[in-house]
């Protein structure tokens, strides 16, 4: 035979108890429908008849106050009124009283004298017997209308009492069918009862099974989220280190990145300073040619000059000799002066002018003599500095010739140092070709490392979850475990004293600072759990636990029956 | 017993009051009521009224008795017709507080009008008639009145036809109201 499940069997017992309820509610709601009903329609007879009563008492004392009032009226046309809506009102109360004409016949009675002895007071008031007509209503009239009142109020108690009646046998009938249909449902609810209570002790067998069960699911919970938040610790910590030392590789990347955009910048000045340099060899080659030019210039100058001082030197020696010849003169001119001048002296007296004049001849000889003395000197020294104008117009040859061949040298050279400032050029060029290349191979680098940042601070606020996750875990694990030591309770109805197992577990999680990059962070398409403790979502199954639950823990129960509890 | 017994307190209650005169302060507003009622007994409409009646009663009216007029009711057709003639519309026009009732009679002192059914059908032979009909105004002691229980004084003055007393029309002044 098939065996129902717990949940259908409570399910059934539900709907055994919800069905018996039902009945119960239908059968107590008929009951007391119909009960209400009666006593709805008693009342509401017995609140007509005295709504009946009050307005038949009510008329009464309207006209009552009516014929009253006539008592005072002697106009004719207030009298005829007044009478007219007296008897208004008669009929008026005539009508309610036969309205109900069972219930009021007394009364109907009594309102007929009454009715007679107002028409009698109306009477005497008509005729002008003002007198009669007061002393017939207030002798008379009131006195009927008292009686009259009288009876209406004893009608009225007497409905009252048979209205309370009524209700109260009502109520008895209802009181012995709710007792009726009250034992009938005692019964079946005594065995839906037993029911129940073999449906309970099955129940706690399997909840103590069960409850055993997740104790251990618990603990093996618990231990794991001790690991878990231990591994996310190492994990946090290690992505911690590496975000370091990212930052470190990174700041010197920076620096590298730096350094080469500065090597670039200088290949790039060295350049053009090479090509500055190359164009100032090739300028340096043009005026080394120009001055080679000059050179032969200033060569060819100065072997003119050379021949120049050669035929200044004939000329000196002619001029020497033509001197030579002039100083002769001069010395056999003195010479003869010195003879004229003895002969004058000779001559005496007769000679003295003559001696004169060989004195004056004597002396422009001797000056002569001095003048081509002077300039022979004058024409040595002219020729002597000739000579060393020679002289030094062959050394200026041969520096010349010396000059122009450093200066072919120097030619060689310079075409030399442009060849070589070329070739420096075009390695600078390929070293800034080069930094620049360099340089965005650092950039790409530098990007990685900030990707390879990133990946590390999402490591870590990972890291940093898990351990929030194991910390929840463990929360959860212990909310769990006083779940158990509850449900073992409410099974047992034995409170379990124990400790909570991941108790100890909640101060080994330590919770990272978000690692900072000098850097400006970069926007994250992912997870931000930057500051803070990033926030841990708790599992569905968990969120609706309580979590304030003053039980106390049982003990950990061994390994039970896994899986389902279906039986 | 009891009819007798309320007769006598009604007794004891007027008797005092019975030929008393007026207070001295209310007389001139009595005399000045006096010429309004004779200003009213001038207009032609009781006048006319007056020698209709004079002329004589026709039907029921004609051989009226007191004993038969006093079981008639108030609203009795032959009784009603004299609060709704002309003469009785002008009376009640000129109804006040101060004016508490009115009839007018002819020479022979039957009925012409009223506002309230009078307790005699005729007044032959009343002073509050005679003393109009020779011509002279009339005014009653202060008496109370049945129905209200009012202190009232009544007067009356002659309606003249052609310098001569044809009918009288009798007022009752409420003296609360004058004072």
Excluded at chain 1, 69 to 80: A, H, I, R, T, V
Excluded at chain 1, 263 to 289: F, I, P, W
Aim: aromatic share 4%; proline share 3%.
């Amino acid at each position: 035979m098939k065996q129902l499940s717990i949940s259908r069997r409570l399910m059934l017992l539900l709907g055994a108890f919800g069905l018996m309820t039902a009945l119960a509610v239908a059968g107590f709601t008929l009951l007391l429908r119909q009960s209400t009903a009666r006593s709805t329609a008693v009342t509401a007879q017995a609140m007509s008849q005295q709504g009946l009563s009050y307005q038949i008492l009510e008329a009464m004392a309207e006209n009552h106050g009516r014929v009253q009032q006539l008592l005072g009226l002697k106009d004719p046309d207030e009298l005829e009124a007044a009478v007219k809506a007296l008897e208004a009102g008669q009929k008026k109360t005539l009508d309610l009283l036969a309205s109900d004409r069972a219930a009021f016949a007394q009364v109907q009675v009594k309102y007929e004298t009454l009715r007679g002895a107002e028409h009698s007071v109306i009477e005497e008031v008509l005729r002008g017997n003002a007198a009669q007509a007061r002393e017939k209503f207030f002798e008379v009239a009131a006195k009927d209308y008292e009686a009259c009142m009288t009876r209406l109020h004893e009608e009225r108690k007497a409905m009252e009492a048979a209205t309370t009646t009524v209700l109260a046998s009502h109520s008895a009938e209802a009181r012995r069918k709710l007792l009726t249909q009250s034992g009938g449902l005692s019964v079946v609810m005594a065995c839906l009862l037993m029911f129940g209570w073999r449906l309970k002790a099955q129940i706690v067998r399997v909840l103590s099974t069960a409850s055993a069960t997740v104790a251990a699911t618990s603990d093996q919970i618990s231990d794991s989220a001790k690991h878990f938040a231990a591994s996310s610790q190492s994990l946090a910590e290690e992505a911690s280190h590496q975000a370091a030392s990212l930052e470190e590789t990174s700041a010197s990347l920076e620096e590298i990145s730096a350094m080469t955009k500065r090597n670039a910048e200088n290949a790039e000045h060295g350049k053009d300073l090479g090509t500055q340099a190359r164009q100032s060899a090739t300028a340096g080659l043009g005026n080394l040619n120009e001055m080679t030019r000059t050179l032969k210039t200033i060569k060819a100058a100065v072997n003119e000059l050379q021949a120049a001082v050669g035929e200044m030197q004939s000329s000196s020696q002619e001029i020497s000799k033509i001197i030579k010849t002039i100083d002769e003169i001069a010395f056999q001119t003195n010479l003869l002066a010195l003879n004229a001048a003895v002969e004058a002296a000779r001559a005496g007296e007769s000679g003295a002018g003559f001696a004169v004049v060989a004195d004056e001849v004597r002396a422009l000889a001797q000056r002569s003599a001095q003048a081509a003395r002077d300039t022979s000197e004058k024409i040595e020294a002219s020729v002597k500095r000739n000579e060393l104008g020679g002289v030094a117009s062959a050394k200026v040859v041969t520096s010349l010739a010396e000059v122009q061949g450093t200066a072919s040298s120097l030619e060689q050279v310079f075409q030399g140092i442009a060849a070589q400032i070329k070739s420096l050029d075009e390695l600078i060029a390929e070293i800034a070709t080069a930094s620049k290349e360099q340089s965005q191979g650092i950039s790409e680098v530098n990007i990685t490392v900030s990707q390879m940042d990133k990946v590390t601070q999402s490591n870590a606020a990972s890291a940093e979850e898990n351990a929030s996750a194991a910390e929840e875990l463990n929360s959860q694990a212990v909310t769990l475990h006083d779940i158990v030591a509850q449900l073992q309770q409410v099974v047992t109805g034995q409170a379990a004293a124990t400790g909570h197992p991941g108790a100890t577990i909640a101060p080994q999680i330590t919770k990272h600072a978000p690692v900072k990059v000098s850097r400006p962070p970069q926007p994250s398409q992912s997870r931000k759990p930057k500051s803070g403790v990033p926030a841990v979502t708790a599992a569905p199954g968990f969120a609706k636990l309580p979590q304030n639950l003053d039980l106390p823990l049982p003990e950990p129960v061994g390994q039970g029956h896994r899986g389902s509890t279906h039986f | 017993m009891k009819i007798l017994a309320t007769t006598l307190v009604l007794a004891v209650a007027v008797l005092p009051l019975w030929g008393e005169g007026l207070d001295a302060a209310v007389q001139p507003k009595v005399d000045a009521q006096i010429k309004l009622v004779q200003a009213w007994a001038a207009d032609p409409v009781i006048v006319a009224a007056v020698k209709t009646g004079n002329a004589g009663q026709t039907g029921d009216l004609a051989t009226m008795t007191q004993d038969k007029w006093k079981s008639l009711s108030i609203l009795d057709p032959a009784v009603r017709g004299f609060t709704k003639n002309a003469a009785a519309e002008f009376i009640k026009g000129k109804k006040s507080d101060v004016v508490s009732e009115s009839f007018l009679s002819a020479a022979d002192g039957t009925k012409v009008a009223f506002l309230t059914k009078p307790t005699n059908w005729c007044h032959k032979g009343k002073p509050k008639h005679e003393e109009p009909m020779a011509g002279k105004t009339w005014q009653g002691p202060v008496e109370v009145d049945d129905s209200t229980g009012l202190q009232q004084v009544q007067v009356s003055v002659p309606v003249i036809d052609g310098g001569k007393p044809i009918g009288s029309l009798v007022v009752g002044l409420s003296i609360s109201k004058l004072n």
